[in-house]
């Protein structure tokens, strides 16, 4: 590149106007340019860095002998050399700019030419990124970025990583607002991935922003599921993808507020709904857009219970008895008060039935019976005053009865969770077994207690409950047996065999019924593998097992334990082992190897030209050749499942297999059920014949495995 220093034709106007001024009335000469003078139609590119190198063609006529080409901002001349001159066209490097903004270019040959619109080219800065808003988006694409920096002007590209079709490029969606901003559209990458955002001008690329194509909110569960009308839920949103979270929809509304808690975790406060039913909670966030619908999203605005009656309406204020109360979306109640008092027991009948156990008063009074479910509390209305009537000491006391209980056995330690059903049971203030209080119960309704049993002796005993006054009586269906834990008194492994054995064992099962009982074994103490037993005649105290142990492997150690459950306890075995047979040995092959020695090519010695016959061997075995070494191929006859008589069996080789000194040929033979034996020959030259050689002989795995020769 060569810029030059000399002085533009119009730089000595201002100090010779004077002498041109005389030249041209003394001589009267032409027009300032000669005739044939130099005219510039275009100059491409038309853009270019201040610091100027950019090859640029220049287009017009009469260039020929063009010696100087000049950049012209106002009365600022910078000359450049140019270069690959025709009398229509020459390139030039642009020399350093002197400001930005367009500047003229002239060419000097036969004079220089004239400024026009068609000459200019313009310098400018390379682009800068500041900020872009948003810096993420969805990897679908299709939302406005606002980039912030400086030499928008000119820009022709926005690259969302390389500057390629499909990634926003030569002006897709582009609308520059001003040199220091612009406005692009993102494209869909289909790929979550951070890219470099890039923009292009004429003059060069900017530095990189980085912009995040981030997935969509996925929204995978909300719970509670269900609320009240009114609102004011708090509900936790599971998910993923919710980092940037800008909003979380209840259907429709937006939620009364939320927290983020965690990419995977939202907390939310449903707004108020006014009517009934599901709607669709999603999440909406900065780079992924919204979280789409789906079924386990789904949020339950509930209807407020009302109650429209209650039966009877009035009694004893020491309580006692139980309440029906009538009303509408009942179901799911969680709460029955009698003014302030919460009943201690409730049950929800159904959406229109309630059924709860009548709390006690201080003294005589008429208090509103209120019931809550998820969707709020019942208003209160003259349908549902019950009156306490008398002191707190009276009462109502019904006889409760036990139904059924379970499990109907346990361990003499106590521990055991048991179910009462029955009735009445929602004034139950005492649970025995036997003569022995309960360790702890808990009165789930009005027909259900769940009781945990106390220590006992062996022994069957009755559960009684008693209400005030009234205890059950009791029935068959009432009697709680205890039993010692089960106990293994012998456990062993017969009938091994190859690939299967049988377990025996003898149990004491404390006189109640086992209720599991499995086989662990394996090949290690962690076992790995589980049997079960098969169906059991308990109880009768001492109790037989036997278990077949499937799918073993020959010749290995296997260890074992016994697990057997009870309603008393679970008790083990300690570890045993047992070793399994191997499999029985097939005889060492005996094949005829038919071979022709003959001369070649790279150290052949000879042929080998089939099998012709196969002693000690036996029907339904298989024959597989090998070749070890020496060989262009690997595999080189199988013959299966044969049949007698064997030593009349012959196979050709077509084409018969190359032999030198480093062949190997391995011989094997194998059966299911049986272990394998190989063999392998060498083979030798002896004068015109070739002598085939034993090297090494063993034995197969039923997978082809060289293993120990044993049985």
């Known amino acids: 590149m060569a810029y030059g220093s000399i002085s533009h034709p119009r730089a000595c106007r201002a100090a010779a106007v004077f002498a041109l001024v005389l030249a041209m009335l003394l001589l009267?000469?032409?027009?300032?340019?000669?005739?044939?003078?130099?005219?510039?139609?275009?100059?491409?590119?038309?853009?270019?860095p201040l610091t100027g190198g950019t090859e640029v063609t220049v287009s017009g006529s009469n260039f020929m002998g063009a010696s100087t080409v000049w950049f012209?901002?106002?009365?600022?001349?910078?000359?450049?050399?140019?270069?690959?001159?025709?009398?229509?066209?020459?390139?030039?490097?642009?020399?350093?700019?002197?400001?930005?903004?367009?500047?003229d270019v002239e060419v000097t040959a036969n004079g220089t030419s004239a400024p026009n619109p068609d000459d200019q080219f313009t310098y400018d800065t390379i682009p800068t990124v500041t900020t872009m808003t948003p810096s993420a988006g969805p990897i679908g694409g299709g939302n406005p970025v606002t980039i912030t920096g400086t030499g928008f002007g000119i820009a022709?590209?926005?690259?969302?990583?390389?500057?390629?079709?499909?990634?926003?490029?030569?002006?897709?969606?582009?609308?520059?607002?001003?040199?220091?901003?612009?406005?692009?559209?993102?494209?869909?990458?289909?790929?979550?991935?951070?890219?470099?955002?890039?923009?292009?001008?004429?003059?060069?690329?900017?530095?990189?922003?980085?912009?995040?194509?981030?997935p969509p909110p996925s929204v995978t569960s909300v719970g509670p599921n269900v609320g009240p009308e009114g609102g004011g839920t708090t509900v936790t949103i599971s998910g993923s993808g919710f980092t940037g979270v800008t909003g979380v929809m209840f259907g429709s509304t937006p939620a009364a507020s939320y927290a983020f808690n965690s990419d995977s975790s939202i907390t939310a406060t449903s707004p108020a709904d006014a009517d009934a039913g599901p709607v669709h909670v999603t999440v909406t966030t900065l780079g992924g857009g919204s979280s789409a619908a789906v079924s386990a999203d789904q949020f339950t605005y509930l209807s407020p219970p009302a109650v429209t009656g209650i039966s009877p309406s009035a009694g004893p204020a020491g309580g006692g008895g139980t309440i029906t109360i009538t009303g509408t979306n009942l179901a799911g109640a969680t709460a029955v008060d009698f003014g302030s008092t919460a009943s201690p027991v409730i049950t929800?009948?159904?959406?229109?039935?309630?059924?709860?156990?009548?709390?006690?008063?201080?003294?005589?009074?008429?208090?509103?019976?209120t019931v809550t479910t998820l969707g709020g509390t019942s208003p209160t209305s003259p349908g549902d005053d019950y009156t306490y009537v008398g002191s707190a000491s009276s009462k109502t006391t019904v006889r409760p009865a036990v139904t059924s209980i379970g499990p109907v056995a346990?361990?003499?330690?106590?521990?055991?969770?048991?179910?009462?059903?029955?009735?009445?049971?929602?004034?139950?203030?005492?649970?025995?077994?036997?003569?022995?209080?309960?360790?702890?119960?808990?009165?789930?309704?009005?027909?259900?207690?769940?009781?945990?049993?106390?220590?006992?002796?062996?022994?069957?005993?009755?559960?009684w409950v008693t209400a005030g006054s009234e205890q059950s009586l009791a029935g068959a269906k009432t009697t709680f047996t205890y039993a010692p834990m089960p106990t293994v008194l012998t456990v062993h492994v017969a009938g091994i065999r190859t690939?299967?054995?049988?377990?025996?064992?003898?149990?004491?099962?404390?006189?109640?019924?086992?209720?599991?009982?499995?086989?662990?074994?394996?090949?290690?103490?962690?076992?790995?593998?589980?049997?079960?037993?098969?169906?059991?005649?308990?109880?009768?105290?001492?109790?037989?097992?036997?278990?077949?142990?499937?799918?073993?492997?020959?010749?290995?150690?296997?260890?074992?334990?016994?697990?057997?459950?009870?309603?008393?306890?679970?008790?083990?075995?300690?570890?045993?082992?047992?070793?399994?047979?191997?499999?029985?040995?097939?005889?060492?092959?005996?094949?005829?190897?038919?071979?022709?020695r003959s001369l070649g090519t790279r150290g052949t010695i000879g042929q080998l030209l089939g099998i012709d016959g196969i002693e000690r061997g036996v029907a339904g075995e298989s024959i597989v050749l090998r070749c070890l070494a020496g060989c262009s191929q690997e595999n080189v006859l199988t013959l299966k499942h044969l049949e007698p008589p064997l030593?009349?069996?012959?196979?050709?080789?077509?084409?018969?297999?190359?032999?030198?000194?480093?062949?190997?040929?391995?011989?094997?033979?194998?059966?299911?059920?049986?272990?394998?034996?190989?063999?392998?020959?060498?083979?030798?030259?002896?004068?015109?014949?070739?002598?085939?050689?034993?090297?090494?002989?063993?034995?197969?795995?039923?997978?082809?495995?060289?293993?120990?020769?044993?049985?």
């Open 647 to 711: 030593n009349r069996i012959k196979a050709t080789l077509a084409p018969a297999l190359p032999l030198s000194i480093a062949t190997r040929i391995e011989v094997g033979v194998s059966k299911a059920g049986h272990l394998g034996r190989f063999a392998v020959y060498a083979f030798v030259p002896a004068g015109s014949t070739l002598a085939v050689q034993l090297v090494k002989t063993g034995c197969l795995s039923t997978r082809g495995r060289t293993v120990s020769c044993r049985g």
């Open 156 to 214: 022709s590209c926005v690259s969302f990583g390389p500057p390629v079709a499909d990634r926003v490029c030569l002006g897709t969606g582009l609308t520059i607002e001003s040199d220091n901003q612009l406005v692009v559209t993102a494209p869909d990458v289909g790929t979550v991935e951070t890219v470099d955002v890039t923009v292009i001008t004429g003059v060069g690329t900017s530095s990189a922003g980085e912009y995040t194509f981030a």
């Open 499 to 596: 690939v299967r054995s049988v377990l025996k064992a003898t149990i004491n099962d404390g006189g109640i019924p086992v209720t599991g009982c499995v086989v662990q074994y394996g090949r290690t103490k962690r076992y790995g593998v589980t049997a079960s037993c098969p169906p059991l005649t308990s109880p009768g105290s001492i109790v037989s097992i036997t278990a077949s142990l499937a799918r073993l492997a020959p010749a290995t150690v296997y260890h074992y334990r016994l697990e057997v459950t009870t309603a008393a306890g679970t008790v083990v075995s300690e570890d045993k082992w047992f070793t399994t047979l191997q499999l029985p040995l097939l005889k060492a092959p005996s094949v005829g190897l038919v071979v022709q």
């Open 28 to 48: 009267a000469a032409p027009a300032s340019r000669a005739d044939g003078a130099p005219s510039v139609s275009g100059v491409i590119p038309e853009y270019g």
């Open 72 to 103: 012209v901002l106002g009365e600022q001349y910078v000359a450049a050399t140019p270069f690959n001159v025709t009398d229509g066209s020459l390139d030039v490097y642009s020399p350093p700019g002197l400001a930005a903004g367009p500047v």
């Open 348 to 369: 929800a009948d159904s959406s229109d039935s309630v059924t709860a156990v009548i709390p006690g008063a201080a003294s005589a009074s008429t208090v509103p019976v």
């Open 410 to 463: 346990g361990s003499v330690n106590g521990g055991t969770r048991v179910t009462i059903d029955g009735t009445n049971l929602g004034s139950v203030s005492a649970v025995d077994f036997g003569t022995v209080a309960a360790a702890s119960f808990a009165v789930e309704s009005d027909s259900q207690i769940v009781a945990v049993a106390p220590a006992h002796v062996a022994d069957a005993v009755t559960v």
